[in-house]
């Protein structure tokens, strides 16, 4: 596969890195492992970068990401192709993030020509009355972007697509076990206009990233990973932006007024949706008692009803975990629940990187399985009496993103919104929705600003004031 967006000359400590596809094995292509070594010859890049984008007139930023997202449009077929080689997502699912890819690059087009600024009324206060002016969004510079392999398109347009709005340049280091989308999405921008140095693909390990996130010239670093990296690069970023989101442990609550066969297709796409590989996906389920066993048998039916396999075939519902080693990480972590007490209602069941759904009841809320991200297509089904319990219950952890809730009652669902410690509570839906222009981040533990275009996009750009004294 070629790869124009790669072109930085390799140095002799250069390796490639091999993309293999999580479902058979298979060489998907290769990109090249980058290492410190390369560092000052990527910031020089960047540093390029930087001045070009801000030289684009806003016209110029929406019509290249305008252009960029016909690009991806027209390429539709071949995009979900490769999410489906590198990531091991079911066909359905890729092709909904290449449409969401598309959405995400054409929201920031208008991003680029409608958040200019704001008029600031100096009059409305004593003292100012001679003055007038405004505030404009200016670019903040080089952001290193670091994005995680279960989205491996639409996630990467989050940050690129609100930082070239923007006007930013952007080192942009993808997962080294999904990297491929992203640099096909980098050359669909060149394509379509994007002066090539204000995007640089840095594609290396984990020292790689440290020396990109600690240089002094970084002015944002914007996250998408699990906790450890995101400690780590807080620790080490220095005084610069940061933006992470780091996971959650999505509750959903059903209450007994709940459209129950809807609720449970629902839950079902909620917690196996991309082999569980969700930051929002389903994790605990918390079912007030007096429908729990319905729920439970209808849920337990739709489960084994999904068909697991080759992610490629259009009939497969859920396809393998990024590797093999994830899947076994993840029958460790259900091993330790049962031997904690828990109770297997399906699954654990594992073929190499395939890791059948799993449901369990009766989990130890000490355990790893009630407290921390599973982020695998393994779910925790608990009853609950009331209302006011159910909610004690989904705020446990100490980070959280998203909950849902399912009723009938608005009031009872308003109630709850107001008392959930979440990021986004999702109302007769899943926790896992997301619409690409709201608000999108974590409470709590972990919590550093928005994604969403016009939140990413704001926190990417940085206000300059004007102000004019008619007297002087």
């Known amino acids: 596969m070629t790869l124009s967006s790669l072109a930085l000359a390799k140095t002799a400590e250069n390796t490639a890195i091999e993309v293999r596809n999580p479902f058979d094995g298979s060489h998907v292509g290769s990109v090249p492992c980058l290492t410190v070594a ?49 990531a091991g997502k079911t066909l359905r699912q890729a092709q909904k993030e290449v449409k ?21 009324p100096f009059d409305a206060y004593e ?20 994005t995680p392999y279960n989205d491996p398109l639409n996630l990467v347009a989050h940050k690129l697509g609100p930082a070239i709005a923007g006007g930013n340049g952007v080192l942009l280091k993808p997962s080294e076990l999904a990297p491929l989308s992203a640099c096909r999405l980098v050359d669909c921008l060149r394509e379509a206009g994007l002066p090539s140095e204000v995007v640089t693909l840095a594609t290396g390990g984990a020292d790689l990233g440290k020396a990109l996130t600690s240089a002094r010239e970084v002015r944002m670093i914007s996250f998408t990973g699990g906790f450890v990296t995101g400690e780590h690069i807080a620790r080490t970023a220095g005084l610069k932006k940061l933006a992470m989101d780091l996971g959650g442990n999505a509750p959903v609550l059903v209450l007994d007024d709940c459209e129950l066969e809807a609720t449970v297709e629902s839950c079902v796409s909620g917690a196996f949706w991309a082999a569980g590989q969700n930051c929002i996906g389903t994790q605990r389920i918390l079912v007030q008692a007096s429908i729990y066993a319905e729920f439970r048998e209808r849920f337990l039916a739709r489960t084994r009803a999904l068909v697991v396999g080759d992610p490629s075939r259009p009939d497969s519902d859920m396809g393998p975990m990024i590797t093999e080693q994830a899947a076994r990480a993840t029958e460790q972590v259900v091993a330790e629940a049962l031997a904690e007490g828990a109770t297997l209602l399906c699954g654990q069941r594992r073929e190499g990187a395939l890791y059948h759904p799993t449901v369990l009841e009766g989990v130890d809320h000490r355990s790893r399985l009630w407290r921390q991200e599973v982020f695998a297509p393994v779910v925790v089904l608990e009853s609950f009496e009331t209302l006011e319990d159910a909610v004690a219950l989904a705020n446990e952890p100490e980070y959280s993103l998203h909950a849902g809730i399912f009723t009938r009652d608005l009031r009872r669902a308003l109630w709850a919104a107001r008392r959930i410690e979440a ?12 619409f690409d222009a709201m608000p999108f981040g974590g409470f709590k533990y972990g919590s550093l600003g928005r994604e969403g275009v016009r939140f990413a996009y704001e926190d990417m750009t940085q206000p300059k004031v004007v102000c004019i004294n008619e007297l002087s």
């Open 38 to 86: 390369d560092v000052p010859a990527l910031l020089a890049t960047a540093r390029e970068g930087v001045r070009r984008c801000a030289a684009l007139p806003r016209h110029r930023r929406a019509a290249i990401l305008e252009e960029a997202a016909r690009r991806v449009e027209q390429d539709a077929a071949a995009f979900a192709a490769l999410i489906v080689a590198e």
């Open 100 to 120: 969401r890819c598309i959405n995400t690059l054409k929201l920031s087009a208008e991003e680029a020509r409608r958040n200019a600024g704001e008029v600031v």
């Open 127 to 146: 003292g100012s009355e001679s003055r007038q002016g405004w505030f404009s969004r200016e670019p903040l510079g080089l952001i290193v972007a670091i």
């Open 423 to 434: 990021g986004g509570v999702m109302i007769n839906d899943s926790s896992d929705y997301r």
